[in-house]
């Protein structure tokens, strides 16, 4: 992001729990051709309003948030959920209201039934005072206001009304319009939203297409800076005046494994909006946020390091060294530490996968340096390397924990080091810090050395060794 302050969100709106009941299915019921369901566990996430708060606290935002609950068990549940996340929590209940429920039953890892409990209708005028006076308190100072607005009854005109005007105001809703007198800086509807929003039918194979030819209408209708429209497993358009529509692309995933991943999107756009990205630059950390949330079953959260190793991920691993010295910059303003290890890794085992993950462990950022086939055979003799270093490196950056590979020509990675100033160096195998050559000018460049630990019998060397001598 353009700044490291930390950001300070206020959301308001529909807030729910999210119940995933799994179990197992061994029989019909007798009632009717049913099937009947074994509960073997259940998990509890908030949703909603209530989610996209939770994803701000991970993603590293002060988040307050303001919304509505029953006086029931479901809002107890809630709020101390919230509380245990690190949200701020402003939740009025009101009597004899039920906090939004919705519940899906997973057999076998197949959404087989969702049901919902909540009341839609407009909370009533006395809670409406007193929600107001509320958001009046919330959005004071904030940097960034987020509505969430699912219909579940909180945003009457009089609360939307209290919204406009905010300068950075980010609106979620099922239905836009009724948002067009507030001036949002953001509006975030999915497709089947603008659709009948716009009220032209939207009968397309070419879904991106058809908004394109539309943005500007898009812009009128909605009064909004921006719009977002997400496509689900297609990606998202984001629409401003004076540029062309901008498309980020989604990995595609199941539908019942994208439950929450708009709240996930809305997060990380207005979070990364609010501390000074570029719109363009928001559509994409909203995109990879997404992406991580998509490949976790439930309704789950994006933190920062996750959204921040995604990011490196769609930048690509291999970097030049000039350019990963760049990066790396990036990174240090944000206050991350950096970590820096090298080798040949000519053939992969598990003595590196071990001491790369420890390494990963110890910093934000790992970079791994990669030997050259010159180099290497150099070092190694002939015959060497076993494989080539596009290859060497494309292994190691398919490693979870790996953050950056790069190439370097010398024996030594000493000409790297001075580049890239590792807050810390690290060697795996049979190596004292004493007598790493490298160790004295890491020292004086203000690094810290550590050697990991060691595997024995686990050596590219040997592993050649054992395949040569086959028969």
């Known amino acids: ?263 996930t999107y809305t997060a990380a756009f207005a979070l990364w909006l609010a501390g000074g990205a570029t719109p363009e630059e928001a559509a994409q950390a909203a995109q990879a946020a997404a992406s991580v949330v998509v490949r976790r079953p439930g309704t789950a959260v994006c933190t920062r390091h996750e959204l921040l190793r995604a990011l490196r991920r769609q930048e690509g691993a291999v970097q030049s060294a000039e350019r990963l010295t760049r990066l790396l910059d990036e990174h240090r303003r944000r206050g991350e530490r950096v970590v820096f290890t090298n080798g040949c890794f000519d053939v992969l085992h598990r003595g590196h996968v071990t001491y790369l993950e420890q390494a990963g462990l110890l910093g934000d950022v790992l970079v791994v340096a990669v030997n050259s086939d010159a180099s290497v055979a150099r070092l190694k003799g002939p015959g060497r390397p076993v494989n080539p270093c596009e290859d060497r490196m494309s292994v190691l950056a398919a490693l979870n924990g790996v953050d950056y590979v790069t190439e370097f020509d010398e024996d030594t990675p000493e000409g790297l080091l001075r580049m890239i100033r590792p807050e810390l160096y690290v060697k795996g195998g049979d190596h004292t810090a004493e007598l790493l050559a490298e160790a004295p000018l890491v020292r004086s460049l203000g690094g810290e050395v550590r050697v990991l630990g060691y595997l024995p019998d686990r050596s590219t060397t040997a592993i050649i060794g054992r395949l040569r001598s086959l028969p």
């Open 1 to 263: 992001m353009g700044t490291e302050k930390t950001v300070s969100a206020a959301v308001v709106g529909d807030v729910m729990l999210d119940s995933w009941l799994h179990g197992s299915v061994k029989r019909l019921a007798q009632e009717a051709p049913v099937p009947v369901m074994s509960l073997e566990a259940t998990e509890d996430a908030p949703g909603g309003a209530a989610n996209t708060a939770a994803n701000l606290v991970a993603l590293g935002a002060r988040v307050r948030l303001v919304g509505v609950v029953g006086d029931d068990a479901c809002g107890d549940k809630l709020e101390r959920s919230l509380r245990l996340l690190g949200v701020e929590t402003d939740l009025l209940t009101v009597p004899g209201r039920r906090t939004a429920h919705k519940r899906r039953l997973v057999a076998g890892g197949q959404l087989t039934a969702r049901y919902d409990e909540e009341d839609l209708d407009g909370i009533p005028g006395e809670a409406e005072r007193e929600l107001l006076g509320r958001v009046a308190e919330a959005v004071a100072g904030a940097d960034v206001v987020i509505a969430c607005d699912y219909g579940g009854g909180v945003f009457t005109p009089a609360v939307r009304r209290a919204l406009a005007g905010l300068p950075l105001l980010v609106v979620d809703a099922h239905a836009v319009a009724p948002w067009r007198e507030c001036a949002p800086a953001v509006v975030l509807p999915n497709y089947a939203e603008v659709v009948r929003l716009l009220g032209d039918g939207g009968e397309t194979i070419d879904r991106p297409a058809y908004l394109v030819a539309r943005s500007d209408r898009l812009l009128e209708l909605t009064g909004a800076g921006m719009v977002v429209t997400t496509l689900d497993g297609e990606g998202t358009l984001l629409h401003r005046g004076g540029s062309p529509p901008y498309r980020t692309y989604a990995r595609p995933a199941p539908q019942h494994m994208a439950t929450g991943a708009g709240d």
